[in-house]
């Protein structure tokens, strides 16, 4: 089989992957994004969204598994959940695993997102078959603004914080999500890479830091994000004592469990350090 | 300033990784590999060994403190170490912070990385001036045979098991090196990549657990090494009961501290689920 060089193209990491594919299987532009479909023998099927790697069929277990279980866990009996940007589907199909999910609502702007993952990714996009889900191709931030509807969990699966997920990231944003929070609700949101994004990690903690009373980050080791040390930034409307989950592991998780849970926190000295870094260009010390 | 991608060239991973680099500072053959140093504007120096990145300034601590200073940590008191590899002076840098160490030998079969190091990483390189190092260029597997000093720690620092690193992850070098550890001692050893290289690990594991009788796995998440959730296989020459640090931290450390050292353990789960999906191509199930 031919095979070709795909090479990222990453605004937003100083690194680019590339994957040695057999073909590309699909490539179409929407409004928002040019969505493809690569095949590699080691990952599988591959999505990029503007030649950003956004999930494999090997690894993208990892990434949906721990954006939506660590704030499900933190929550006695969540019923109904919102999921902002996420259209491959992955992180519906984990939030519809926990049992007392009566309702899962999932925004995202772009519907070929969605098509493309329902045609080329089955096992990711399962849950939109599912009749406790509602999906609305619309911008986020307007459905939130304009909804009369009470979450316990809003989870942001959203593309790097450039074009559309921009306006994912405001203190005006945050804001918005806290007030569709039932009392002792729960938000998370990925915030991209500590190797990398630290500023940009900061800068949402400390927006967040704003409108919630108790916030926290945690993060992964993803094979195929530019920067790996992946990082989610959580926050509950109620003041938490402790990050630890407050129930048993829903069943058939592959990864996630209550140690994968616990040892997710980033300890403050491994921040302190990223902070001190930076994410500007290296600075050689004297 | 004219830049150019340098793309890695890396038989052991399913991707690679490429760097927009300023520009090539050194390039140069040993008898074992080709050493090439460049610059980049995030990174700073980068190393490279036959095409495969060994470390960038920006972010090699992490690596070297999490390889030194777990297994540093589980001694009471470590007074002789043992590096195998390691030419670049990270790891011994980091070894050198232990006030105890009264001794470091470090073995690398190639004095050109070596020389590398200490013209283009002096900060790296570092260790390479303490009168408690001894350094040899001589293969790392012959000189732990034919010693006859006994080591607190034995740390293996290698390239990628293929190539000058292939002898040193056969049952034979295990044996080996726990034959010249003493009773409480320690040996660590860098075993490439959880996503991409379970079958690996668990071959040294397994290896690892005829000759050890305790035996541990930690990961840290690195930036520039592909697959980049990066294993390191742990054993004792004593019982352990748990892979706890046995004393406080040394100073200086960047990012190492007792709640790294702890959460950096493996849970079993994770092993399983690596193990589960395999180091091969990728398998779609029905």
New interface residues.
Partial sequence: MPKFWF?ESDPFA??????KVNKRLFSKKSPYQHVKVFE?????RILTIDDVVQLT???EFFYHEMLAHVPLHMHPAPKKALIIGGGDGGTLREVLRHPTIEKAVLIDIDALVIETSKRFFP?VAVGFKSPKATVLNMDGAKYMRETSERFDVVLIDSTDPVGPAKTLSTQDFFKTAASILTPNGLFAMQTE????HMAFINQVQAYLGKVFPSLGLY?A????YA???WSFSIASKAKVKSWNPVRSSVPKT??Y?E??H????V?Q??RD?FTD?GSG??R??P
């Fill in positions: 090479a100083p690194i680019n992957y590339r994957y590699h023998d080691f990952f599988g069929e090997r690894d096992q890479s500590l190797h990398y993060a080791p993803l094979a195929t920067g790996n040390y592959r990864i469990c140690e994968v616990r040892n997710a926190f300890p000295k491994v350090c870094i260009p290296y050689r010390k």
